[in-house]
């Protein structure tokens, strides 16, 4: 059974950091970039980061630069979102999910096709 599965989330204080981690379980994910969006409530789900499959080129979203880092580690089949400095607007349900092709990855949520369950996020302040 191909899935992603999203673990980390939390509730965290203005200030503080949390690590998320996707798994992916089945072949269909290697040689593929993945990405990490986030929705809160209300809004549309919306691009945070994503990193290509060899770890060699990442992009993040204005917001959470020099805050995030993306990483990856192939041999666990798994994708990090290290992410500091939290404050209340990083506050929403981040899921990760899988690039259709094998590019580079992309901001748009519908060049990904897997998407995990999501984990939440709650930053108070």
């Known amino acids: 059974q191909v899935q992603l599965v999203e673990s980390g989330g939390g509730l965290v204080q203005t200030g503080g950091a949390l690590r998320l981690a996707c798994a992916a379980s089945g072949r269909a994910f290697s040689g593929y970039a993945r990405g990490w969006f986030r929705q809160a409530p209300g809004n549309e789900r919306v691009f945070v980061a994503a990193?290509?499959?060899?770890?060699?080129?990442?992009l993040y979203e204005d917001s959470v630069k020099g805050r995030f880092t993306i990483s990856r580690d192939s041999a666990k089949n798994t994708v990090y979102l290290q992410m500091n400095s939290l404050n209340p607007a990083d506050t929403a349900l981040y899921y990760c999910?899988?690039?259709?092709?094998?590019?580079?990855?992309?901001?748009?949520?519908?060049?990904?096709?897997?998407w995990g369950q999501g984990t939440q996020v709650t930053v108070s302040s």
């Open positions: 999910a899988r690039k259709k092709d094998g590019g580079l990855p992309g901001v748009a949520p519908a060049g990904y096709d897997y």
């Open positions: 990193i290509s499959w060899r770890g060699t080129y990442k």
